[in-house]
DNA sequence: GCGCAATTTGCACGCGCGTGCAAGATCATT
DNA sequence: AATGATCTTGCACGCGCGTGCAAATTGCGC
């Protein structure tokens, strides 16, 4: 919409260029782009429109190696098998942009211990990193806050214990003690519970409370499975080779799972495999309400985390000066379908 | 100025820093991590020796900023409902990383038609912008290349018929054809073609191959229905909605879906509405191979397209200094299970 | 109109590194 | 040992904008 006429496309037009075309200096043009910078309505003004005819836009590089300063976080994933990633890839880039921050993103399914992934990110001077993998030990954090490439390390929907981190998460045990009441009033008394990968530094809870609780109330201890990630098929396979020496013969009646990707391996062994209905044989708890666990294939009864609150929580953070208290716990709330 | 002027360990440690303490000078200490650079073995390992004590890395932001060229690139999504976009972002940040590109992941739920979030991708510059959605309408385009703003704007796993544009993708004409040939010899004999949303720059022609094949090929036009995205809980209302009122009389065979999405959505209607069975009642085709295809509820014959080679693909166009031909085509391989 | 305060504007300097070239060092050859 | 030829190193300048302050302008009451 705005062809000066002079041929010149590729240049990169500057502030320099709008302050010359605006009649004022370089700076009140930079100031005419910040919110609340010191600047009179009229030279504003003035300069709004000098930018869009050149077609002008502040250059965020440049501003940010100024400032060092560049809102812009890192995402660090290396769990790309569980497709509740995929909604809070959507959840947490949609609010964050909304507030003015970019995401990049880094797979770290490559790196051998995510400590490149870190450093990678550094080189571009992320002013925060938000961890919503599993595979971070006590090694990479260390390395990311030693070193102090990373200002704000941000552990998301886990819990973190360590001190120089930020961690955002749902509270495991209040979910997992609803979880856990659910399922004894539905009447189920044989569970067993599968669980994913146990790192140090990022945890969840889940797998304790479940078992304390209902050894707490029911008077023994459940029986506990696991996989190493948060893969469908790993589950479906682990269940599969479980269950299935034992079918006919004392299979538990409730699949108390960590996630929906684990329940929904889990519900597909048990039918597929076990040749067995759910929940009318096995029934099947998850967590988190993926958009799979509303389909009427599974109609999972799961928890959902309030992913919105969490994320606009990230923003609070990432624009505080000072780091807050190390940990947020949220509440959400249980969604009963028909799987258990 | 920062707050509490205590013993910081953080510092920013810059080239100088290196080369004083290497006892060379700061461009020796740059060129010690160029991949090519002219430098002595000597002095690359007094830098890089010295680099690992002081912890220094390159700034790349800096760098980008002298150079022009940032080694980064935007990938723009709207379409998260879609299961198949996670495989897409864990390979295609995994290559790019590999080959020493970073990604900006931008949502373009929020934005009202993208200007605003290409805009935003500029102010990074950003080496190149991908999109790998599907609301990118002409004016979008046309606004990204007009202001030049992008320098190369590559269409992922769709066509594109713009000429300013570099697509890659399947061959759409080859892939369903050979679907086309697959459901006509299984015998099927009243397809009913289940379509996404149509759009003008980034095309997919499986629906108008599917139409023509099996009109050249049978003697009459397949049925199509079509919804507004790929979203499986959209493909189950509209199947549903469709075939419900036929049940009994006149329902087609088989399902041929635009893509997995799509598929799946659609099994599940016809299990869980119309109570019929898949393959036996109706079968279903998909596309993509989505991890959820091999799963034993859906068993999906599907087509997996190479995104290996895609992806690496993108690397040579990023790595070209030219723009080359505006269009690639990739041939994948059917992929046939139980459900059709 | 005057004086003072509040607002608005301009500016020197620096953020950390790349580019292109020229000076310096090294090596093989005669 | 001298001469180029080759490899290696150093350097001035600039990328586009922020910061903090000083200078210029405006507003206001009288």
Redesign the interface.
Known sequence: MDEDGSAR??T?VTADDVARRAGVSRWTVNRAFKKDASISARSREKVLSAAAEL?Y??????A??AS?R?R?VA?LIDD??N?H???M??RL??IL??AGW??????M??EDDGRD?L??A????VDAAILIGIQFDDKVLAAAL????VRKLIIFARSSQNAETISIAVDDVAAMTEITSHVIDRGYARPMFLAGPQTYSAHLLRKETFVAQWTARVGRAPEVISVETYD??RA?DRVHQVLAPRNGRGLPDVLVCENDALA??AI?AV???LGLRVPEDIAVTGFDDV??A????YRLTTYRQPLTAMANRIVEILNEDREPGNHCDFLGQIVSRDSA
């Open positions: 496309p590729q990169a077609g836009v502040p250059d965020l590089l440049a940010s190696l060092s560049s812009l995402l790309f098998a497709p990633k995929l909604v890839l959507e880039t949609r942009q909304h970019d995401t990049l993103l880094v797979n399914l490559s992934a450093m990678n550094s080189q571009r001077r030693g070193a102090r490439r469908p098929a479906f929904i391996g597909d039918r597929h495999k958009p799979l509303s389909s009427p294939n």
